[in-house]
């Protein structure tokens, strides 16, 4: 004997909106965050040294600021109040005197800036290798 076809069934009619009470079985209740809340920052734990630390939710770190700033590349920091050698030079082509930051190695052929970089143009437009473009 053949099993009966199961029939279609139809969604429920839908009731007309009734205010659903807060916490009533069933039922969800959405709300925005808070936008004071998603400001408040956050404690983090450190993915170096394990030492907890406080970010904001736009950051996105995984070290504390002590192993962020130790993990840098060391750099040549300057000292305040360090006082710089200047040397005055002639310029050998025109005459102009200068102060140069550092010693030149032969006084005698020192040229200024102005005749310095004339003179590296020059040399550039002569060489072979140059191409105009």
Same mark, same amino acid.
């Given at each position: 004997?053949?099993?009966p076809k199961p029939k279609p069934t139809r969604p429920p009619k839908e009731e007309p909106s009734v205010p659903l009470q807060a916490g009533a079985p069933g039922t969800v209740r959405v709300q925005k965050r808070d936008s004071a809340a998603?400001?408040?920052?956050?404690?983090?734990?450190?993915?170096?040294c394990g030492k907890p630390f406080k970010v904001t939710p736009e950051q996105k770190f995984f070290t504390c600021p002590d192993c962020y700033r130790k993990s840098l590349?060391?750099?040549?920091?300057?000292?305040?109040?360090?006082? %710089?050698?200047?040397? !005055?030079i002639e310029c050998v082509e025109c005459? *102009?005197?200068?102060?140069?930051s550092f010693a030149p190695t032969?006084?005698?052929?020192?040229l200024?800036?102005?005749?310095?970089?004339? %003179?590296?143009?020059? !040399?550039?437009?002569?060489?072979?290798?140059? *191409?105009n473009r």
């Open positions: 004997m053949p099993l998603a400001s408040a920052l956050r404690e983090k734990l450190c993915a170096t590349p060391p750099h040549k920091s300057k000292k305040r109040g360090e006082a %710089q050698v200047l040397v !005055q005459g *102009t005197k200068e102060f140069l032969d006084p005698k052929t020192v200024c800036r102005t005749c310095f970089s004339r %003179q590296k143009r020059e !040399q550039k437009l002569a060489s072979p290798d140059y *191409t």
